[in-house]
């Protein structure tokens, strides 16, 4: 099982927001735990799943039409 696993910061590099948006504002949110992030042995330190943020980006941004996402990861269609 190989993925690209990436810290904060780099995670913030690569889509172009600051580390503290990712923290405060889309991480447990738009970012789920267990789905785009995980604890590595239970601990405090967070490393983010390229390929499933990367996956949920395009899903969410090919949605047709009005589309409130959801914490759990899915979307209300208003």
């Known amino acids: 099982m190989s993925h690209d696993y990436l810290t904060t ?3 913030a ?3 172009k927001y600051d580390a503290r948006t990712i923290r405060e504002r889309l ?3 738009v970012l789920l735990e267990g789905v785009h992030y995980i604890r590595p042995f239970g ?3 967070i490393l ?3 390929e499933a943020i990367e996956r949920d980006m395009f899903k969410h941004s090919q949605t047709a039409g009005f589309a409130v996402p959801m914490a759990n990861g899915g979307v209300c269609h208003g």
């Open 9 to 11: 910061e780099e995670l």
């Open 13 to 15: 590099a690569r889509l």
């Open 27 to 29: 991480k447990d949110s």
């Open 43 to 45: 601990g405090r330190k």
């Open 48 to 50: 983010y799943l390229w």
